[in-house]
């Protein structure tokens, strides 16, 4: 299209064009820089929607690492929680796996370090 707009400019400058075919090429020309300008309003408005694009994958993909880290998160304090209920269940108190014999497990790796 460029090369269109240089070749109506150079014709234009010919001394023997008609008054009909030099208002012809003038309007060939103004249509052509017309495309031009909207072709370089294209590639703007591609940039930019390009650009937003990688800032929306961008944000999607940390929302899903915190949605993943939050959720992992959440994982853990629940096993804990439910290992922890387990062991406070009078059920396992007869096998000595109740709080109380983890507390004196503590208390008793703790006596070795100081010794």
């Known amino acids: 299209m460029w090369k269109d707009t240089q070749t109506t400019e150079t014709e234009l400058k010919d001394i023997a064009l008609s008054e009909p075919l030099g208002e012809s090429k003038i309007s060939t020309l103004q ?20 650009s937003n694009l990688q800032r929306l994958e961008a944000r999607v993909e940390l929302a899903l690492e915190s949605a993943g880290m939050s959720r992992e ?16 269940d009078d059920r396992f108190a007869d096998f000595g796996l109740g709080t109380e014999s983890t507390d004196s497990i503590k208390t008793s790796d703790h006596s070795h370090e100081l010794s």
């Not at 249509?31 to 390009?50: D, F, M, P, Y």
């Not at 998160?73 to 406070?88: F, H, N, P, Q």
Request: aromatic share 0%; hydrophobic share 50%.
């Open 31 to 50: 249509i052509l820089e017309k495309r031009l300008a909207n072709l370089s309003r294209r590639r703007v408005a591609l940039g930019e929607a390009a």
């Open 73 to 88: 998160v959440e994982i853990i304090a629940k096993e804990v929680d439910m290992t922890r209920s387990l062991l406070d």
